[in-house]
């Protein structure tokens, strides 16, 4: 199952700082997406991009409003304005993220 | 109990008007904000100030000014409106000048107020270290602009001078909000918790549609009714900073718990520390209630104390980008956009461009993400981009894209070439005492 089925997401910048949103659909969802959504996972997730030797991915739990903030030091590589990336705030992101693959809820 | 309406009309300096226009004739508001600034604009604007010494502010102020004024002010039978925006840049006073000008036409009479004494580029020392581990000295004459983040210092300074309008150059997006909250309500400047609803409520509203349904459709999974004519959010507040967001009625765009939790992430770290000038906001046990159609009430934010020290924004000149783009289509597209990359990473080389970084990506393949595509779209574009220190060689990387036409693969079409200049932003940390907000008429 794909992420993107149980959650929505934003993505934002600060210098070379991207975060992700990841808000569930659904409240019920939510305790499972915390467990399967670990720092290990969307750092993995997004090796190929983050910068060798920046500091390591974040994750913030938002209970009231059924959400988790990744924040993914150096990802942008130099920041919006000195980046050669095609989408230099990084906005296409969270988007990516949501393709993540899930096991099946019991 | 009072209840404070403020609107949203811009979200960045390029942001629709019409809506705006929209919220300031049917959204009975007592504010109106425009938040136009970001990160390097004012680097940019600095820019055009140097070329054009009456410029430097921002490019839509007089259009949007224009379209809202003659709803600005006491007027018989509304509340009164007034306009608060950074679109002063790098120029405050001359943006105030030009919106004088713009009132006078009009046949209005109306105070106009700037806020300066965000430009510290004086104050900088040669020693001062930045974020990216330079230091200001090594920039030399490539330094264009030192901006700090003000509060709402200097706002409320000009709406106690009673401004109907009041343009800044660099404040921190929810103080543009905050302000007027402050002022209505007589919070104190300590009021931590007070300081951190009404920042919440600054930090939903500042990217205007970003939260009534902007930047948030995904057919069949989020749909949005009537996109084409969104609506900007506006809020009503009381005097606890309980706020209810919505939108005028009509407009198209919806207000949902979604809306208001994707916008209350957004560019935000530690949610139980979201530092502006003003306040240590606290977002991490907000929660969101709807109360009806496209009306959601936010709760539970919180504050602690100020940082003693502000943000300054450092833009500095860093060389040029070249920029070569060329589209295959067809079968065997991928293959032939390949061999064009090869060959034009081949050529750079061979003719000795010189370059400080170079990027060669197929869009439609691995443009934004890397290689993840399983499958072979039908057409690609490859992007080749390179940054130069010299303007001359950056020139270079788009004509040897170009040259595909016929030294490259077959089938290549629709070349672009750009060169754009880099103006790059950093940052450091200034005493708050060292920076001094005022008002200027």
Redesign the interface.
């Known amino acids: 199952m794909k992420l993107h089925t149980l959650a929505h997401s934003r993505t934002g910048d600060k210098g070379d700082t991207s975060n992700i949103s990841i808000i569930a659909y659904r409240a019920e969802d939510y305790p499972w997406l915390c467990e399967q959504l670990t720092v290990e996972r969307v750092a993995g997730f997004f090796a190929d991009l983050l910068e060798p030797g920046a500091a390591p991915v974040r994750r913030y739990e938002l209970a009231n409003v059924q959400a988790l903030n990744f924040v993914l030091p150096g990802i942008l590589r130099g920041g919006v304005t000195r980046s050669l990336a095609l989408d230099a705030h990084g906005k296409c992101l969270g988007s990516a993220l949501l393709d993540i693959d899930l096991p099946i809820m019991n | 109990m009072k209840t404070l309406r403020i609107g949203s009309g811009a979200g960045y300096s390029g942001d629709r008007i019409e809506p705006a226009v929209e919220l300031a004739e049917h959204g009975d508001l007592d504010y109106l904000v425009f938040e136009c600034l970001a990160?390097?604009t004012i680097a940019l604007a600095q820019q055009a100030r140097i070329s054009d010494p009456q410029g430097g502010y921002d490019p839509l102020l007089s259009e949007r000014m224009r379209r809202v004024l003659p709803f600005v002010g006491v007027q018989t039978g509304r509340r009164r409106l007034r306009v608060i925006t950074n679109m002063g840049a790098a120029n405050p006073v001359s943006a105030a000048a030009e919106v004088r000008r713009i009132a006078v036409e009009l046949g209005l009479d109306l105070k106009v107020l700037a806020v300066v004494g965000d430009d510290v580029l004086t104050m900088l020392q040669p020693e001062f270290l930045l974020?990216n581990g330079q230091t200001v000295g090594s920039l030399g004459e490539r330094l264009i602009s030192a901006n700090a983040y003000l509060g709402v210092d200097g706002i409320l300074q000009a709406l106690h001078a009673d401004a109907d309008v009041v343009i800044t150059g660099r404040v921190a997006d929810p103080s543009l909000f905050l302000a007027p909250q402050m002022v209505e309500f007589g919070w104190a400047a300590d009021d931590w918790p007070r300081l951190g609803r009404g920042t919440l409520v600054g930090h939903l509203l500042e990217c205007a549609g970003q939260v009534s349904g902007g930047?948030?459709a995904?057919p069949g999974?989020?749909d949005v009714d009537d996109l084409a004519r969104l609506g900007f959010p506006l809020a009503e507040i009381d005097a606890d900073g309980q706020a209810v967001i919505t939108k005028v009625t009509g407009s198209g765009g919806r207000v949902s718990?979604?809306t208001c939790?994707?916008?209350?992430?957004?560019?935000?770290?530690?949610?139980?520390a979201y530092l502006t000038p003003d306040v240590t906001a606290d977002?991490?046990?907000?929660?969101?209630v709807e109360e009806g159609a496209d009306r959601v009430r936010a709760q539970?934010a919180g504050g602690r104390s100020r940082p003693e020290r502000l943000k300054v924004s450092v833009g500095y000149l860093?060389g040029w980008?070249g920029e070569g783009q060329m589209s295959y289509g067809g079968p065997g597209a991928v293959a032939r956009a390949q061999l064009a990359r090869d060959v034009v990473l081949k050529r750079l080389e061979l003719i000795g461009v010189k370059m400080q970084?170079?990027?060669a990506?197929l869009?439609g393949m691995d443009?934004?993400?890397?290689p993840?595509s399983t499958v072979e779209p039908w057409e690609v574009r490859l992007?080749v981009?390179?940054?130069c220190e010299e303007r001359s060689e950056a020139v270079r990387v788009g004509n040897e894209v170009e040259t595909l036409y016929t030294n490259g693969p077959s089938g290549g079409g629709g070349a672009s070439k750009s060169v754009r200049q880099?103006?790059?932003?950093a940052?450091l940390l200034l005493p708050r005492d060292a920076v001094n907000p005022r008002i200027e008429a």
């Not at chain 2, 994707?262 to 139980?272: F, G, R, S």
């Not at chain 2, 977002?283 to 969101?288: H, L, Q, T, Y």
């Not at chain 2, 443009?367 to 890397?370: E, K, M, R, T, Y």
């Open positions: 990160e390097r974020d930047y948030f995904d999974f989020k718990r979604a939790t994707e916008q209350l992430i957004y560019e935000v770290h530690d949610p139980a977002f991490s046990r907000v929660c969101f539970g860093d980008i970084d170079v990027r990506e869009i443009s934004l993400h890397g993840r992007r981009a390179a940054r880099v103006v790059a932003v940052s």
